[in-house]
């Protein structure tokens, strides 16, 4: 009896001193904000010698950390309906008009400061405060694992969490195969370099295959939900409902969502317990935040936006998250400012509102997911599938080796390092795992090289004008619509493409991946349609330098791929090696007609698909974007990403095999949930007659490294 009163009163004694260590902490920087702060004074009515000013700054602290504690959640909470980004520039009013009322409480003395000021010193207070508490309570071992299983005991409704391992999904966006294990020799990701190397490797590294359509969307929506059936692109025109669909879009994602759901028969990977942050789809999880699918939602059980106002009702996250979004938007104009000075190639134009996009999705969505995640973690969630964009928005406008990306690489790195440190504290074992949805290839764009644009060439091989105005490159896509959902501005179905004339034709870009679509017609037009009606466009798209191959449709012939200097490839008799090894599919590599005769089966593939130009020795590719790092089509590292999974777990296929196609990534992360006892969908899944997706059997332990 006497010990466990003794540890009740050592346990209040270090909580006291906690408390003691913090206030006196904030008195100390209130002092210094007082003396190196002009419009920042501290007075007292005994006088104003060191000790009195000291009394008075003591009270300060004291009566802010009050307010802090009993006010602040209140008056979060009484801002919930306000935008997520615009909450968090309110968080340094508010912090700051907290510190003007505490200063005027302080009973034997007050503070003057301009409002401007108050804002200064009340970050500044509240970010000190934080990291000094967190200091103490990590120091302190047990008191911080105790606290930490009380939190997740609390969040998961008091109910314990389960002791089978749990498992988190990192999706490391646009992160290819060769760029990951670049990084890891070179020192830029050492966490991740700790898993692989040493005396006793904890993870393994394998490479995939992506789809013909190498982008997110495709790729995600195959890994969550288990079927990227008729998604030929990242961005498409269907005919039949005249209407433009774009992944990213809340739109376009949910009745993506809702097409696979109903084509695989079940929710998704995480319909059980599962949490999904930052992704395209839900995956059927319960519990989502930053989540496109459900954005346009409305009601009590949305929480598309829920991340962002958890995440800013921390006075001290906001702190950090804004210093650290101003930060980027000055190296972002920095480094953009040093390549045209150097005249670096190839670039593109990184003005107007991208600095502050790029901020976004490298700082606040990147923070928000990232705290996201480790709440999961905390409250001992089954499985987690988290998307980290910041590497994929960098690598578009700098390269995906340019130096900008590779301290992109460092900061993920950390990233993963402080949810691998909360998974140590978590009230179950947890398995983490690295996975990308593809990657990226460098190359000029195909306007650069050629000086002419996709759509212009369609034109001109339709005997048709040159459009009247200028298209307005769209940069940073992907982030700039979240950052759009994160400030509740609506946002569209399409990025701008309308069809004109229902007589011209619709030219969509998605990297280097072109699409060509007559509205006008019914059904997808043949080779022999389109060379009746424009002679000319078949022959001018072929024979462009450019571009590397064309998909069409025969009526005699079936699927056809037409290359320059009349080579043909009927992908419907030859055999994957035949067909391989002919121009013009021959320097894409293995994979390349099966991910083609694939796509050609979808139902709302276009009239013509297009495919740019690649060259084997460079890697390089010519995006129908403004990107000098791009994916969406064939070529290069874009079509290679990379699982990286803990041993525990059986190795993603057996020996000689290679893992092709989102959705037989999602059979392997089925797989690895059910040998956690974790949430699983139906093993057998009633298909559609005549679609793919068999499950994967489940193959014995036999541990090997598949890096190579």
């Known amino acids: 009896m006497g010990g466990v009163v003794g540890e009740r009163w050592r ?60 006010v ?35 009973p034997s003395g007050g503070g003057e400061a301009q409002p401007e000021t108050a804002v200064v010193v009340a970050a500044a207070m509240s970010a000190v405060a934080s990291a000094t508490s967190t200091a103490l309570a990590v120091r302190d071992d047990d008191a911080y694992r105790r606290r930490l299983s009380r939190l997740a005991v609390r969040r998961r409704g008091g109910e314990p969490a389960p002791e089978t391992p749990g498992t988190v999904f990192l999706q490391l966006d646009g992160v290819g195969h060769d760029v990951l294990r670049y990084a890891v020799d070179s020192g830029l990701m050492p966490t991740v370099a700790g898993w692989l190397g040493g005396e006793q490797p904890t993870h393994r590294l394998t490479p995939w295959r992506t789809d013909w359509s190498s982008q997110t969307g495709a790729s995600q929506l195959g890994i969550l939900h288990g079927s990227n059936h008729d998604v030929p692109a990242f961005r498409w025109y269907e005919k039949d409902a005249g209407r433009l669909m774009v992944c990213n879009r809340p739109a376009g994602a949910a009745e993506l969502q809702r097409r696979a759901v109903e084509r695989t028969g079940h929710d998704g990977l995480l319909t059980l317990d599962g949490a999904g942050r930052g992704n395209l789809f839900s995956g059927g999880a319960e519990q989502v935040a930053l989540v496109l699918s459900v954005a346009a939602r409305r009601g009590k059980n949305n929480r598309s936006r829920a991340g962002y106002f958890a995440y800013f009702s921390d006075a001290a996250n906001a702190v950090r998250t804004a210093v650290s979004f101003v930060d980027e938007v000055c190296r972002e104009i920095t480094q953009s400012t040093r390549a045209r000075m150097r005249k670096v190639t190839p670039r593109v134009k990184r003005g107007g509102l991208y600095p502050l996009i790029r901020a976004f999705a490298t700082v606040v969505e990147r923070d928000v997911v990232v705290a996201a995640v480790m709440g999961d973690v905390l409250a001992g969630r089954t499985a987690v599938f988290a998307d980290l964009v910041a590497y994929d928005e960098v690598a578009h406008h700098s390269g995906p080796r340019s130096r900008d990306a590779e301290q992109v690489l460092a900061r993920l790195d950390r990233s993963i390092a402080l949810i691998a440190k909360a998974a140590a504290h978590a009230p179950r074992p947890y398995r983490i795992v690295l996975l ?68 011209e034709p619709v030219v969509l870009a998605s990297g280097n991946l072109g699409l060509v679509s007559f509205p006008d017609v019914p059904g997808r037009m043949t080779r022999e349609q389109i060379e009746r009606r424009h002679p000319a466009l078949l022959s001018t798209l072929a024979e462009h330098p450019g571009i590397g191959f064309l998909l069409v449709q025969s009526e005699e012939h079936g699927a056809l791929v037409l290359g320059a200097d009349g080579a043909e490839v009927r992908l419907d008799e030859e055999s994957d090696e035949a067909t391989e090894a002919a121009r013009p599919l021959a320097v894409f590599g293995r994979g390349a007609a099966a991910a083609v005769r694939r796509t050609d089966g979808f139902p709302h593939v276009a009239d013509i698909m297009v495919n740019s130009a690649y060259d084997p020795a460079t890697g390089r590719v010519h995006a129908f974007e403004e990107q000098i790092g791009s994916h969406g089509g064939l070529g290069g590292e874009q079509s290679r990403p990379f699982l990286l999974s803990p041993l525990e777990f059986s190795p993603p296929l057996a020996d000689g095999r290679e893992l092709v196609g989102a959705e037989q990534v999602h ?36 541990w090997q490294d598949d890096s190579s």
Do not use: M
């Not at 593809?438 to 004008?465: I, M, N, W």
């Open 667 to 702: 059979e392997v992360l089925r797989r690895w949930l059910g040998e956690c006892e974790g949430p699983q969908v139906p093993v057998e899944i009633s298909r559609p007659e005549g679609t793919s997706g068999a499950g994967i059997p489940i193959i014995e332990h036999s």
């Open 436 to 503: 990308s949805d593809h990657g990226q290839s460098p190359g000029e764009t195909f306007q650069g090289a050629y000086g002419v644009t996709l759509k212009d060439l369609v034109r001109a091989g339709c005997r048709l004008p040159r459009a009247r105005r200028a298209e307005r490159p769209v940069r940073g896509a992907e982030a700039r619509d979240a950052a759009k959902i994160a400030l509740h501005v609506p946002v569209g179905d399409g990025d701008g493409e309308r069809p004109g004339r229902r007589s």
């Open 11 to 70: 346990k209040a004694g270090r909580a006291a001193v906690r408390v003691v260590v913090v206030w006196a902490v904030s008195t100390l920087t209130l002092l210094v904000l007082a003396a190196i702060l002009p419009d920042f004074r501290l007075t007292s009515e005994s006088g104003n010698s060191l000790t009195d000013i000291a009394l008075t700054a003591a009270w300060g602290a004291a009566a802010f950390g009050l307010l802090s504690a009993l």
């Open 72 to 106: 602040w959640p209140i008056v979060v909470r009484a801002f919930l309906l306000v935008p997520a980004l615009v909450l968090g520039l309110l968080v340094f009013f508010l912090n700051g008009s907290l510190l003007l009322i505490a200063l005027s409480l302080i």
